[in-house]
């Protein structure tokens, strides 16, 4: 009898083993996000949106006087935003006060579509429209219905079962919120596929008044978007471009100052549009400082740690005064981090976030290149970034990349890619890529043109 049951122990044991071994297994692969293949949106060449076209809109806007005038000149010629960024079509046709909705569902169309095209064409070898489980997609201000996932769901006729996720009102970091979403949702889905389409409608919400608050919106962003396909299934791992590392999210809008600095309003003649206030470089600054927090320690070294944790203490006790800003918070980001892909909200946005951190030019060269080509694209825009990086074969395998929005609320949501193989393709970039970081040195060519904006003794003329 005891001969007997040594084996089935044996037996019982041996199962046991494989069956947690699988559960193991299993969990590992769950929480696996790989980044498949991305696609970003580039424009036709006549829906190029350069400074003397911008300069012909607003001399449209029979709200503006002389000083809200030379306001947006000023703006648009140090905005950092070059000659080919990419405009609405109502607003290239002039009718940017009386938009419609064909106008938001055309501009829509045209960049989800596109991108997704381009994204199946690339991948049709292992992956089709059927395959996709999960289909997330973050447009702020516009959520028609039916949804635009549905919209999406119907030009490719995705399967019945699909998991779709329609996001609104989250801004600029709505891309970085919608991947943490599909990598919470394949921690209970193993073998699964997903896209995220990020976005947004420029057209129907161009500003027409004279708030300068409310204007600078129109002076940054621009036409443009990303579609990203994801996956946490094992067998498509050796086709990945990157794997996702961590996720961290933070919001700030428990403050009304950061609640209200990023808003979509109407001003006090009925105008709506977007207002950006005083408050959203301090929003920004104080959402990014709780993000990294609880960001860095889980992709920096124990051994950087320690250091810090050392200067720190140092620093408390001593009282000289006036140190230099370029010494960032002190962390040596480079010695975790390779890459830093700044959403490119601004110039102002963009080599803030680089001081504060103590980066190089070279470190925001790629979000500055993407501002200066694309714009403020939205929750598109770190994509561009990305791209660009790509397409100055930067990405080498083995490197991390960290991804840090911004957004209304007030919330900062970043995160961290590891790159799985050497990158080089030259993207939404192949017709650019050349000239650039130089052609960004170059000064708009309508300062010259409109140098009058700085003289003040114009001041009492009206446009």
């Known amino acids: 009898m005891e001969l007997l049951s040594l084996p089935s ?4 044991s041996t199962l046991f083993v494989f069956y947690i071994s699988k559960f193991v297994i299993n969990r590992r692969n769950q929480r696996n996000c790989f980044m498949l293949h991305y696609e970003c949106f580039k424009g036709k ?3 190029k949106l350069d400074t003397e076209t911008c300069a012909k809109v607003v001399q449209r806007n029979k709200n503006l006087g002389l000083e809200e005038y ?4 000023r703006t648009m010629v140090s905005s950092g935003i070059g000659e080919e960024t990419y405009g609405p079509i109502n607003v290239l046709e002039g009718r940017e006060d009386s938009p419609t909705l064909q106008d938001a569902h055309t501009e829509m169309d045209e960049i989800m579509f596109d991108t997704l095209d381009k994204l199946f064409h690339k991948t049709k070898g292992f992956i089709s429209p059927s395959d996709i489980d999960i289909l997330v997609v973050n447009v702020s201000l516009f959520a028609p219905s039916p949804s635009l996932t549905s919209r999406i769901i119907n030009r490719y006729k995705m399967r019945e079962d699909i998991k779709s996720f329609n996001l609104s009102g989250l801004g600029c970091s709505a891309s970085v919120i919608s991947i943490d979403i599909v990598q919470r949702i394949f921690e209970t889905r193993e073998n699964s596929v997903a896209i995220v389409v990020s976005t947004e409608t420029m057209g129907p919400h161009w500003y027409c008044g004279k708030d300068r608050s409310m204007m600078l919106s129109n002076c940054l962003f621009r036409a443009g978007g990303s579609s990203v396909l994801l996956t946490n299934a094992p067998r498509f791992k050796n086709r990945a471009l990157m794997k996702l590392v961590t996720v961290v999210r933070s919001h700030v809008g428990s403050d009304d100052e950061a609640y209200s600095c990023c808003m979509q309003m109407e001003d006090n003649e009925g105008h709506p549009g977007f207002l950006l206030t005083k408050y959203l470089k301090k929003a920004a600054a104080r959402a990014l400082t709780k993000n990294l927090h609880v ?4 992709v920096l070294p124990v051994k950087e740690l320690i250091r810090y944790a050392i200067f720190r203490a140092f620093k408390r006790r001593t009282t000289a005064k006036g140190e230099s800003a370029s010494s960032g918070i002190g962390l040596n980001l ?3 981090l390779q890459h830093f892909c700044i959403h490119p909200g601004g110039r102002a946005i963009v080599e803030g976030v680089g001081k504060s951190l103590g ?9 500055r290149m993407a501002l200066h080509r694309f714009g403020n694209t939205s929750s598109g825009g ?3 970034v990305l791209a660009y990086m ?3 074969k930067m990405l080498k395998k083995g490197d991390k990349i960290i991804m840090m929005s911004m957004g209304a609320g007030f919330e900062c949501n970043n995160c961290v890619w590891k790159v799985l193989k050497d990158l080089d393709d030259k993207n939404v970039w192949e017709d650019s890529i050349d000239r650039y970081p130089e052609l960004s040195k170059i000064p708009n060519p309508f300062i010259e043109k409109y140098d009058w904006i700085n003289d003040d003794t114009m001041s009492f003329v009206r446009v």
């Open 295 to 298: 960001l860095l320690p889980r």
């Open 334 to 336: 480079k010695s975790g």
């Open 9 to 12: 122990m044996l037996l019982l």
């Open 70 to 73: 030379r306001f947006l000149l």
């Open 359 to 367: 980066l190089t030019e070279f470190d925001i060269e790629p979000a």
């Open 382 to 384: 770190l994509w561009y």
């Open 45 to 47: 060449d006549e829906r």
């Open 390 to 392: 790509e397409a100055k």
